[in-house]
């Protein structure tokens, strides 16, 4: 169980780390998360009063991002190892990954979406750019899982 939590924890760190890089302003899906918050439309010294005003409740924020973060983390990391030690292949696991990913995440992103305050211009775009988010980070905790089963 030990290596399950140190896993869930290294996958919590590597899903900030795809986070960072996925809505990074160099990529089409930072550029849709920016215009989603509504940074398309300020002026450079607007954008950069909202990044002072944030600043002090960027640790708070980080920190709640990092507990769901391992929350996900453990649950993949469990179910990746579990299903292994007790003769599943790593595609049979996999496919309970890409279907807890599919069943619930999916559309508790979609329901986010649909009833949320999101521009109608790009709530498809904002839709397939975090669903793919999601699973790029489960697929990368569900491969470090593997190296260590």
Known sequence: ????????ILGAVLSAVVGTI??????PMGKIHMRYLGFDRLTDDEKKQKMEEAKPMMAKM???????????????????TMSM????TFGMALGFIVMNWLCF???????????GNCDRAIVWK????????????????????KLFV
């Open 126 to 145: 904002k839709f397939f750019s975090d669903i793919g988010a999601n699973l790029v980070t489960l697929l990368v905790i569900a491969f470090l899982a």
């Open 22 to 27: 996925w809505y990074s302003m160099g990529t």
């Open 62 to 80: 980080y920190g709640g991002q990092m507990l769901l973060s391992l929350l996900t983390s453990f649950a993949t990391v469990f179910i990746i």
């Open 105 to 115: 995440m999916v559309p508790i992103i979609g329901s986010g979406l649909i009833w």
């Open 1 to 8: 169980m030990t290596s399950i939590i140190l896993l869930a």
């Open 85 to 88: 030690r007790n003769g599943l």
